[in-house]
């Protein structure tokens, strides 16, 4: 805008300015208004094929397995999902596992904790990610003493999703599901599409509830003033229970 604008209009005064080396602190994921979701056998492609396999049997891997699968089930925002801290934001309630979004909780080192509404959220696991073990895992992190969810992804300027996000982008290609030439709002980029996903097939399914994904829309102003209390954890959990995706997801090796 900036340099169009010194060119259309810097004769009438239009002043020179300009961004050139200054670096985004927003969190908006890159690409997540172009991006679509996948479709179910978009899915199938991506966790069942031979690809997904080896990382599922790769103890190195055990980050890039968890990560789309937990963006899958929960919808959240890649960077909300990465800047988890298992010191702190996981626990259980009446039976219930689940996990805590909230920017004011200790954040792991060197992270930036960010919530796009500003508000803070706690969504139950669906059943999926107890099958396959996300609690254990989660679990595990905490008794290691770990202050990020995937502390194997580096965190770069406060980002702990930026360099994971990367590798799955290089998946997509990898899988053959990678598409940047669809126009904006259809293309196939990058790990948003996970969260495309699950909003679009649990709105199919008619999952419905205002807090799971944490998305800012018209009711902001009625939860505000009308609505003072949360959700509670067991209505989320009774409709996240109907979201059922006909995808076999392989199960990791146990890890030592």
């Keep these: 805008f900036l340099r169009d ?15 050139d080396g200054v670096e985004y602190v927003g969190d908006r994921e890159a690409g997540e208004d172009e991006q679509r979701a996948l479709t179910i056998p ?19 891997q055990e980050a890039m397995y968890w990560l789309p699968i937990l963006a899958l089930y929960t919808g959240a925002r890649p960077r909300e999902l990465c800047q988890l801290n298992p010191q702190c934001d996981f626990g259980t309630v009446e039976g219930i596992p689940y996990l805590d979004f909230d920017k004011t909780s200790p954040a792991g080192q060197g992270v930036v904790k960010t919530i796009k509404t500003g508000e803070a959220r706690r969504i139950p696991l669906h059943p999926e990610l107890v099958r396959l073990g996300f609690p254990e895992y989660l679990n595990r992190m905490k008794g290691q003493g770990a202050d990020r969810l995937f502390p194997a992804f580096r965190v770069k300027k406060g980002n702990p999703f930026e360099v994971a996000g990367a590798l799955f982008t290089d998946f997509l290609k990898t899988e053959g599901l990678y598409d940047n030439a669809a126009p904006p709002g259809r293309q196939v980029l990058g790990m948003y599409v996970m969260r495309k996903s ?6 199919n399914q008619r999952v419905i509830s205002r807090e799971i994904t944490g998305h800012s829309d ?39």
């Design 5 to 19: 604008a010194r060119r259309d209009y810097g004769d009438e005064g239009f002043p020179a300015l300009i961004v």
């Design 218 to 256: 018209d009711t902001r102003v009625q939860r505000r003033h009308y609505i003072t209390e949360p959700e509670p954890l067991r209505l989320k959990d009774t409709e996240l229970r109907k979201l059922v995706l006909p995808v076999k997801i392989p199960p990791r090796i146990a890890s030592i």
């Design 42 to 60: 978009e899915l199938q492609k991506l966790f069942e094929g031979p690809g997904f396999a080896a990382v599922a049997a790769d103890p190195e």
């Design 198 to 203: 699950f909003i679009t097939h649990a709105s």
